[in-house]
Structure formats: C-alpha cells, structure tokens
Antibody, heavy 119, light 109 residues
Framework: QVQLVESGGGVVQPGKSLRLSCAAS????????MHWVRQAPGKGLEWLAY????????SQADPVTGRFSIFRDNAKDTLYLQMNSLTTEDTGFYYC????????????WGQGVLVTVSP | EIVLTQSPGTLSLSVGDRATLSCRAS???????LAWYQQTPGQAPRLLIY???SRATGIPDRFSGSGSGTDFTLSISRLEPEDFAVYYC??????????FGQGTKLEIK
C-alpha cells in the first residue's frame, strides 16, 4: 500500500537551512504529483508547495516563496523540501501528500516530521 | 486566492448527536472541488469527503457532505466517540494552490 515517510526534521536556529525528505513506496512515484503541507503547533493546516509528477511544474504559497523550494528525485522515489532562512514562524509539523491528478484531494499523507526553529 | 471560513470554531456535542459543520468559500468553487478531512491528536489528516459529497474509501456512511458554489456542509449523523476531532475543509479548484479552512473542533459535551 501507499507509504510516505518524512524525515530530516529537527531543531535549527533562525536563519539556518534544513532539507526535508519524503520517501515514497507502494506506488509508481513518477506518475503522481506531490504536495507539502505544514501545521504550526495548535494551529490549522497550511498548504505550502506542489510539484508535478515529472518536476516540470511547481507552485508555492506566498509565505515561503523565495525561501523554500520543492523538488523530487524520481530515481530515488523521494520528494524534498529545501527550507532556507528559517524563522520561528516556520516551526511545526510538515507533511507530504500524494495526489492522483491535477485537481485532486489529498488521499495519502505521510505521518509528518517536526521542525523547530529556536534561538 | 480562495479563502475558506469554517463555522463554528468549536462544536460541543454528545455521543449519538448529529453534527453539522459549515465551510464557506470567498469565491465559487468550480466542479465542487471541495474536500473534508478529519484530524485526531498526533495524527496526519484523513480524507473523509471529496467532490463535496463523495465519501472516501472506508469512511462510514454516518459521514456525509453536501453543498455547491460557496456553501458546503459536513454532517455526521450519529456521533461515535472516535469522531471527536478537528475537521478541515479544503478547496482544490484553484490548482495547485490548494487552501484549507481554519478548522472546526468537535468536542465532547
């Protein structure tokens, strides 16, 4: 069955960088678009970024444009989120999610990884 | 950007009650590209409803969705203890910039 496993989280100082990974299995990774969603502690869900199945199309939410970048390695069945110039506002759980098409709900989610930005 | 506003923020009900949760969009959502998710503490969100009214695989029939245009509703006919959670609506019409509502917390009265 579909498995999405995030990793790479941890504690980082403001201004530093972090790269999250999302390892996919149980499906043909290079056939599906992928998203990143985050959730600040005690807050709601915030869509962050999307990448098409082949990496040719990308889109990001305004709060992270210019600081975060989404990319994928289909040979490794892995999705990434490169996060630069982190601030305390970036603290939270980060989830990757798989979609079956361009306008599709998020049927499959990873378990999430915690990023804490703290001085 | 489509803004989704959920109400109420918190809903206090008892096991066996009927729950009605609302999601209002700032613009018309085409083709009813509206989904509902359930999130319990420490867990990832789970898809309940897509296309406004279609239940996802494995979702009990006490969950139902309705609505179109800018007004959507999630109903839970007879609340079970495991239904007390936070519920989010999401639009996936303006792809790929999907947005979520702020959530409704369903708590035990």
């Amino acid at each position: 069955q579909v498995q999405l496993v995030e990793s790479g989280g941890g504690v980082v100082q403001p201004g530093k960088s972090l790269r999250l990974s999302c390892a996919a299995s149980g499906f043909k990774f290079d056939n599906y678009g992928m998203h990143w969603v985050r959730q600040a502690p005690g807050k709601g869900l915030e869509w962050l970024a999307y990448i098409s199945y082949d990496g040719s199309e990308k889109s990001q939410a305004d709060p992270v444009t210019g600081r975060f970048s989404i990319f994928r390695d289909n040979a490794k069945d892995t999705l990434y989120l490169q996060m630069n110039s982190l601030t305390t506002e970036d603290t939270g759980f980060y989830y990757c999610a798989k979609v079956s098409g361009y306008s599709s709900p998020f049927r499959d989610w990873g378990q999430g990884v915690l990023v804490t930005v703290s001085p | 950007e489509i803004v989704l506003t959920q109400s109420p923020g918190t809903l206090s009900l008892s096991v066996g009650d009927r729950a009605t949760l609302s999601c209002r969009a700032s613009e018309t959502i085409g083709s009813s590209f509206l989904a509902w998710y359930q999130q319990t503490p420490g867990q990832a969100p789970r898809l309940l409803i897509y296309a406004a009214s279609s239940r996802a695989t494995g979702i009990p029939d006490r969950f139902s969705g309705s609505g179109s245009g800018t007004d959507f509703t999630l109903s839970i006919s007879r609340l079970e203890p495991e239904d007390f959670a936070v519920y989010y609506c999401q639009q996936y019409d303006r792809s790929p910039m999907y947005t979520f509502g702020q959530g409704t917390k369903l708590e035990i009265k």
